[in-house]
């Protein structure tokens, strides 16, 4: 059973370019969250998707950034116009689809490294 | 708002020496609290969950255990392989029992074991 898979592994783009970062979660899984890791700090939650919905954006930047999940296909973080800011690792992570009885444990991917020169 | 700090932010131990790493958290209501591993340039490898005080879980040389404001990694007889960063995080309760999904994560404890 495959894990979470995030691709590209690294992504280098230039200032103002746009980056597209994809995650397909494990099998079975419904539930795709997105964090990011800059350098030094530690790992922040930027938004929670099921599939077509967006669940909790609270940690989303207000620009720039957006999140989907479609009903085919991977889940996409897109991020327009990049900065040097936004250098970091981000990860994927997925979990089953909830049980109210059974607490349910996010599973990362491998990241994708976004080095913005 | 939800808040997890960890200590040591590093460790540093001999193979063979027994130690234990702190995760004190807030949150309003705790759903659960995960310890994941992280090797540099990969991403967060899940070891446990726990979900009320006074839980215990246990995985080859490791254990974690849970009080209502705190929660700890003991690891006993390290080996460098053992080296790593550990990822504290707490998941909080939602009124009716779901949970918010997001995990807040601490700032992780760098071990490094030497043989």
């Known amino acids: 059973n495959a894990g979470v898979m995030q691709n590209p592994r690294h992504l280098v783009r230039r200032r103002g370019q746009e980056a597209r970062l994809r995650c397909s979660p494990m099998k079975g899984h419904s539930h795709v969250y997105w964090y990011r890791q800059l350098p030094e700090e530690g790992l922040k939650f930027m938004v929670y998707?099921?599939?077509?919905?967006?669940?909790?954006e609270s940690g989303m930047p207000k620009e720039r950034f957006s999140a989907e999940f479609p009903k085919e296909g991977p889940s996409i973080l897109r991020i327009q116009q990049v900065v040097r800011g936004d250098s970091a690792a981000y990860f994927c992570a997925s979990s089953p689809k909830f049980q109210r009885e059974i607490q349910e444990t996010q599973y990362f991917g491998p990241g994708t490294r976004l080095l913005v020169l | 708002e939800d808040q997890v700090t960890q200590s040591p932010e590093a460790l540093r131990l001999q193979e063979g020496e027994s130690s234990s790493l702190n995760c004190s958290y807030t949150v309003s209501g705790l759903r659960g609290l995960f310890w994941y591993r992280q090797d540099p340039g990969k991403g967060p490898e899940f070891l446990f969950t726990?979900?009320?005080a006074g839980e215990e879980k246990e995985k080859e040389r490791l254990k974690a255990t849970l009080t209502k404001k705190e929660s700890f990694l003991h690891i006993t007889a390290p080996k460098p392989e053992d080296s790593a960063t550990y990822l504290c995080a707490v998941q909080a309760r939602r009124a009716g029992g779901t949970s918010y999904g997001k995990l807040t994560f601490g700032q992780g404890t760098i071990l490094t074991v030497h043989p």
């Open positions: 998707l099921q599939k077509e919905n967006i669940i909790d």
């Open positions: 726990l979900y009320s």
